[in-house]
């Protein structure tokens, strides 16, 4: 399984298959504004966590989509037998997408998203959130102890 970027992905169609997932309202509460960013990255996030559950025998790319104002994540697989296991993973059923080799489609409801979480567990809450609450909690309290040292009218 190798991840390949979007861009290379449409230089070749032909040579992958493409499924398409259309959120849902109930997908993850609901839209959460115009663009609906929010609940597109975290369907995406979800589609890579399934794709690495599956251990994929060829390549994938995961991109978020609003084709024709619709949020929707697009999986883009190299191997015929992955992409099967993909559509049936998430209830998908095929579709016509020239210029690709297949397609199929799918409905991103709360319900096959309470099913892909059992497979694909929950996001990962380690990352850049992490770090970037760390800085920020170290940032207040180096302020607090300005603030601290200066209202004492010095250091000594």
């Given amino acids: 399984m190798k991840r390949t970027p979007w861009s290379d992905v449409l230089s070749k169609p032909s ?17 959460d504004g115009d663009y609906d960013t929010n609940r597109l990255r975290f369907a995406v996030n979800l589609m890579m966590r399934c ?10 790319a995961v991109q978020g989509s609003r084709t024709g104002g619709e949020p929707q994540v697009q999986v883009a697989l190299s191997g015929s037998e992955d992409f099967v296991r993909l559509r049936t993973l998430t209830g998908g059923h095929p579709a016509e997408r020239p210029p690709w080799k297949a397609g199929g489609s799918f409905v991103l409801r709360d319900t096959l998203h309470a099913r892909l979480l059992l497979f694909a ?4 809450e380690r990352g850049a959130g992490r770090r970037a609450r760390e800085r920020a909690a170290a ?3 180096e302020r607090s102890l300005r603030w601290k ?8």
Avoid: K
């Avoid at 567990?121 to 990962?124: H, L």
């Fill in 15 to 31: 040579q992958y298959h493409l499924l398409v997932g259309h959120l849902h309202e109930s997908f993850g509460g609901g839209p």
């Fill in 51 to 60: 794709c690495t559950g599956l251990a994929l025998g060829g390549s994938f």
């Fill in 121 to 124: 567990g929950p996001p990962d």
């Fill in 139 to 141: 940032e207040s309290e």
């Fill in 149 to 156: 040292v200066s209202a004492r009218g010095g250091w000594g």
